[in-house]
T-cell receptor
Framework: GQQLNQSPQSMFIQEGEDVSMNCTSS?????WLWYKQDPGEGPVLLIA?????ELTSNGRLTAQFGITRKDSFLNISASIPSDVGIYFC???????????FGQGTELSVKP | GAVVSQHPSRVICKSGTSVKIECRSL??????MFWYRQFPKQSLMLMAT?????????EQGVEKDKFLINHASLTLSTLTVTSAHPEDSSFYIC?????????????FGEGSRLTVL
């Protein structure tokens, strides 16, 4: 099926460092979403972006909806051990709740 | 917040048997439910879109006779994996959508891990 290109695939960082990951697509999306998934659980929504150029923060997390509507990035500042997990971007077109997911970025944080 | 519940969370079955997974929206009505499959270390792949009272729409490459989806009410959708084989072992996740076009909210279930022996 269709996927977004998400990078990097994995990151190993020291506690306190900042993290950045991004997604690109060949298609335009109306909404970009960022999720975190812990092992054995469903994804949990972190940030939703609804407008091109929008920059939104949620605590230490900041995400932006690219101007072209074909990309988005997520930044995590001052990482902590509980940030460990897999982060997914997802794009939504105009087909209601149907999402296309990126391949995921696995984040490991060393205390 | 809205809750989507999946049951069972884990199931182990023998090859050749059928397994049913339920997805319920607990405090809202879902116009549409989506079923995803996720293999280890991989992304969520959409399997099918399910609208209450109508036939599910399956993504390319997903066998509709193998993965039966029933959406009998606005709060319940079921996925039945028929004649399961070891390669069907996966994490199955549903999501429930509250809107009718692009105006609704989407909530994910906790997932169901299927292991076929």
């Amino acid at each position: 099926g269709q996927q977004l290109n998400q990078s990097p695939q994995s990151m190993f960082i020291q506690e306190g460092e900042d993290v950045s990951m991004n997604c690109t697509s060949s298609s335009i999306f109306n909404t970009w979403l960022w999720y975190k998934q812990d092992p054995g659980e469903g994804p949990v929504l972190l940030i939703a972006l609804y407008k091109a150029g929008e920059l939104t923060s949620n605590g230490r997390l900041t995400a932006q909806f690219g101007i072209t509507r074909k990309d988005s990035f997520l930044n995590i500042s001052a990482s902590i051990p509980s940030d460990v997990g897999i982060y997914f971007c997802a794009g939504r077109g105009n087909q209601g709740g149907k999402l296309i997911f990126g391949q995921g970025t696995e984040l490991s944080v060393k205390p | 917040g809205a809750v989507v519940s999946q049951h069972p969370s884990r199931v182990i079955c023998k090859s050749g048997t059928s397994v049913k997974i339920e997805c319920r929206s607990l405090d809202f009505q879902a116009t549409t439910m989506f079923w995803y499959r996720q293999f280890p270390k991989q992304s969520l792949m959409l399997m099918a879109t399910s609208n209450e009272g109508s036939k599910a729409t399956y993504e390319q490459g997903v066998e509709k006779d193998k993965f039966l989806i029933n959406h009998a009410s606005l709060t319940l959708s079921t996925l039945t994996v028929t004649s399961a084989h070891p390669e069907d072992s996966s994490f199955y996740i549903c999501s429930a959508y509250t809107g009718t076009s692009g105006d609704g909210e989407l909530f994910f279930g906790e997932g169901s891990r299927l292991t076929v022996l």
